[in-house]
């Protein structure tokens, strides 16, 4: 992401939450923030929880934003936190670049804010006939992230929708998504098509799909992993198993048993470290009203 | 099962199923399905992995469905919805954040303010990629080896392959620490203060902390992602609790740093290795068989490099590719006013005569030295020894009017020749400026005198606790012209923002010089640095300079070098108490010239040895 991209990320998520936009230039924001955004990212629980228990106006922070990467000299100079005084109260200056924390929090909040929608699309306007319905089929959309693990670890997403209707999987459901208008309102001459499977089945359906995919895809990262794993097991029982042979004397038992403790503890971080695995992770997934019947 | 979200008004029921689904390749038929599928278990049971499905002999796919028992949740109770754009943007944010593969180093892109040196990378992809995340970083002094680790680190917590991480360095290091991953970093780690400070999930503490009760326990009933032990030679010993401790802490990832692997031992090396790999190098009689000849001498040479290149990554100044800048030494000679100059004589008089009397005890001659040294300091300072001395003696020694004569003549001094000439040097370099002396009395004196005459000084102490160290530290950068460190004061700070150096008394240990520059002269100082030497006339400190200065020549050795020389040296008898015998044992000041200059020959030859066994 370069200082743009974060730039816009920023505002867009300004935007949805409603913050109050005081400033802007292509370099930096000033912004007050919305109770929402205040209460995600401001890390103040006992104030809210006060204005929450007396009722209170609560007084949100400003921030000014700044989307130039400072140099190594300006962080070392700046104190931790740094703010200017103004009429209107205090902004804390703060540098938002990629990789800090007040993106990677930003990151945190909007998936925290983006996990479950219902969404209908909007009919094309203009063309309706009053007195017609249209057929509207519900989706599931799911946007899967798949991580590759073992000492190592990539990751893929995939975003995908399945019609709850008939069961058709589409595996670029997200990105159809991407240029429809939706709308959390029920558009008016709609009708909605009646599930043919319910919400649970829809995603079994999804993740076999995806268990099938997986299971076509590249294995040989697993194999060199699990080689590895077994060169670390072999070493240290090279190691540990001579010893513990060596130990047969009864007055020695104590000190085998410590021993036969460590050698498993050993064998259970290597495990732990090497043995390859995918873990699949629903990001966030909605129930999308599309027009059609699918 | 019925889904309950779907009663809006003008459904048309028999819309659904008049509909055949369109075939696509992905789409299993439905009714086939419904009998090979494991259905779901009841709701209550769902965990986030009710039943891991091998996708290949070797690996499993676990599920956490999480998000997806939330919707479901939200359906049954009809909302509430999140915000459309919410759910784009924290896809954007998870595509920005994607690790898309095995190896590339992604935390260099999410740190664009910071320029790691070549090897710094090339050692954080080898201990990511070739070690697995268990290795020893054994990097010679001032080379980076914090950076090291915190690359590996950071990018093993942006593939989020660590989350839970356990830092133990030296108490007086854990601040810095913290301060560096930080904010070097963007780590958010924090330093261990209370039991609950464990709940983090980066902490850095001192392992003097880590193993005692009841943290210890609270470790070891932990699982770490990574542990980092900073000054790890202080494991090379399996008996003692350090190593133990270790030992038992359950790990998956693990870095240790030392710039000394070796130090007497080659068992020492091979403890170390044991700990992150047990069986690396055999068991311990296969090592002692294969690859000791002698306690510091290996034998097989590159097979023994092949095991230790598996687990150990050691970079030296001498592979180039570092510029540190240049020392630059002054010494300051000076001459003691008459008064002053009467009482070192007076000093040196009764520890000579005293020195006998003690009949060889080593460690009370010592004490006697220090009077000498004290004397070129400060009157402070040789002040409270006496003082104190005196308090010791019975009421009916001779030797107590002896020393009251002393103190009388340190009331006749009036002035200090050497923080005149201080005051002098640091008002020509203009600039920020390290004092360093051995002694708090002279610390404080200098504090008062520099104050009379105008100069903002603040001090700084190995006494002080952390949290007034970082606050001196940060006065210093941003008000005072001067900080007065005492030695042990010099340990763990970093100052690369000055670059004056001034040794208003110098130790004898050149070590511990070398400590004192070190706070300076180290990566990341632009400038070169200047170091004075304040050195009295005819007195002890004049061969001391003589011999650390011209003599080795320490002060324009490669960094690092001297440590190795020095270990080599004091196998016998440190530094400190060679020259300490050699003063007490001299006639006059030409014999412990000559002396001292024997022992310097000697380090010499140790240098000159070390220096031709590192030849490429």
Not at chain 1, 44 to 73: I, K, L
Not at chain 1, 182 to 189: A, E, G, W, Y
Not at chain 2, 417 to 444: C, G, P
Not at chain 2, 544 to 549: M, R, S
Request: hydrophobic share 35%; proline share 5%; net charge negative.
């Amino acid at each position: 992401m370069n200082a743009k991209q974060v730039q816009k990320f920023v505002v867009s998520y300004l935007d949805s939450t409603g913050c109050q936009l005081i400033e802007k230039s292509p370099s930096h924001v000033t912004v007050k923030l919305s109770p929402d955004a205040d209460r995600a990212l401001t890390n103040r629980p006992y104030y809210w929880s006060f204005v929450d228990r007396t009722g209170s106006e609560p007084e949100t922070m400003t921030y000014r934003w700044s989307f130039e990467s400072p140099s190594m000299a300006d962080r070392a100079a700046a104190s931790p936190i740094s703010y200017i005084m103004t009429e209107s109260g205090r902004i804390v200056q703060e540098d938002v670049y990629f990789g800090s924390r007040r993106l990677l929090q930003l990151f945190e909040a909007s998936q925290q804010g983006g996990r479950c929608v219902t969404l209908f699309e909007e009919p094309p306007r203009g063309r309706m006939d009053p007195l017609g319905s249209q057929p509207y089929t519900a989706w599931l959309g799911v946007n899967f992230k798949v991580g590759y693990e073992c000492d190592m670890k990539r990751e893929e997403l995939y975003g995908w929708g399945i019609s709850l209707a008939t069961g058709v999987i589409n595996e670029k459901f997200m990105d159809t998504l991407r240029d429809k208008r939706l709308t959390p309102r029920l558009p008016s001459n709609v009708h909605l098509l009646r599930n043919g499977l319910s919400l649970r089945k829809g995603m079994t359906q999804l993740e076999q799909t995806m268990e099938r995919k997986l299971k076509n895809g590249d294995f040989s990262w697993a194999v060199e992993a699990e080689g590895r794993r077994q060169d670390e097991l072999e070493r240290i029982r090279n190691y540990y198993e001579p010893m513990l042979d060596s130990m047969g004397h009864p007055d020695q038992k104590e000190q085998r048993d410590a021993l036969s403790v460590r050698f498993s503890q050993r064998e259970a971080e290597i495990d732990w470290q090497y043995r390859p695995k995918v873990i699949v992770t629903v990001m966030n997934c909605g129930i999308f009203h599309l027009p059609g019947i699918h | 099962m019925q889904i309950p979200f779907t009663s809006p008004a003008g459904t048309t029921p028999g819309a659904a199923s008049s509909d055949t689904p369109p075939a696509t390749e992905t789409f299993p038929p439905l009714e086939s399905e419904k009998q090979t599928v494991a259905p779901f278990k009841s709701p209550a049971s769902l965990s986030p992995d009710p039943a891991p499905r091998k996708l290949h002999p070797l690996v499993e796919m676990h599920v956490d469905r999480g998000a997806f028992e939330e919707l479901e949740r939200r359906v049954e109770r009809n909302g509430p919805w999140d915000d459309w754009s919410l759910y784009q943007l924290g896809l954007e944010a998870e595509e920005a954040s994607l690790v898309s593969d095995f190896h590339a180093l992604r935390c260099l892109s999410l740190l664009p303010h910071f320029e790691p040196l070549p090897h710094q990378v090339d050692t954080a992809r080898k201990v990511l990629h070739e070690m697995r995340g268990r290795a020893i970083l054994a990097d010679e002094v001032g080379l980076g080896k914090t950076i090291e680790a915190g690359l590996i680190l950071k990018e093993y917590l942006i593939r989020g392959l660590v989350r839970k991480v356990l830092i133990l360095v030296p108490a007086s290091l854990v601040l810095q620490w913290v301060r560096e991953l930080n904010g070097k970093f963007d780590i958010p780690a924090v330093a261990q203060k209370k039991a609950y400070t464990w709940s983090n999930d980066i902490v850095v503490a001192s392992m003097d902390t880590a193993k005692r009760e009841p943290h210890r326990e609270m470790l070891l009933n932990e699982e770490f992602d990574l542990i980092i032990v900073d000054e790890a030679h202080k494991l090379k010993n399996k008996r003692t609790g350090n190593y133990q401790f270790i030992n038992e802490l359950r790990k998956k990832y693990c870095l240790l740093l030392t710039a000394t692997p070796v130090q007497n031992d080659l068992t020492e090396l091979y403890n170390l290795i044991t700990l992150l790999k047990p069986g690396q190098l055999g068991g311990e009689g296969d090592f002692a068989a294969n690859f000791v000849a002698d306690r510091r001498v290996p034998k097989n040479e590159a097979k023994l490099h092949e095991a230790l290149g598996q687990v150990m990554i050691r970079n030296r100044r001498s592979d180039g590719g570092v510029e540190f800048t240049k020392r630059v030494v002054t010494n300051v000679p000076l001459r003691l006013s008459p008064d002053e100059m009467a009482l070192y004589e007076g000093v040196t008089d009764y520890v000579r005569k005293h020195a006998t009397a003690e009949n060889g005890d080593l460690t009370s001659m010592l004490s006697l030295v220090t009077l000498q040294r004290e004397v070129c300091s400060s009157r402070d300072a040789v002040f409270l020894t006496l003082i104190n001395l005196f308090k010791k003696t019975t009421e009916d020694s001779p030797l107590r009017a002896r020393i009251w004569e002393l103190v009388e003549l340190i009331k006749s001094i009036k002035a200090n020749t050497k923080a005149e000439k201080t005051i002098e040097l640091i008002r020509s370099i203009n600039d920020k400026v390290i004092v360093f002396t051995e002694y708090r009395a002279t610390q404080e004196y200098l504090m008062k005198f520099f104050k009379e005459h105008d100069i903002s000084a603040i001090p700084y102490r190995g006494g002080m606790n952390r949290g007034k160290k970082d606050w001196m530290m940060d006065l210093f950068r941003r008000r005072a012209q001067v900080m007065i460190a005492t030695e042990a004061g010099g340990e763990g700070i970093n100052l690369q923002f000055c670059h004056h150096v001034i040794n208003f008394d110098l130790p004898w240990n050149p070590m511990r010089v070398e400590q004192r520059i070190g706070r300076v002269h180290r990566l990341g100082q632009t400038e070169d640095v200047q170091i004075f030497n304040l050195c009295t006339l005819g007195t002890i400190e004049e061969h001391i300079v003589h011999l650390l200065h011209e003599k080795i020549n320490m002060f324009e050795l490669v960094i690092g070098e001297l440590d190795e020389i020095i270990q080599q040296f004091e196998k016998e008898d440190s530094i400190e108490r060679r020259l300490a015998q050699l003063v007490l044992e001299s006639a006059d000041g030409e014999e412990l010239r000559q002396r001292i200059d024997g022992l310097g020959d000697t380090l010499l030859a140790a240098k000159n040895q070390f220096q031709r066994e590192n030849e490429p």
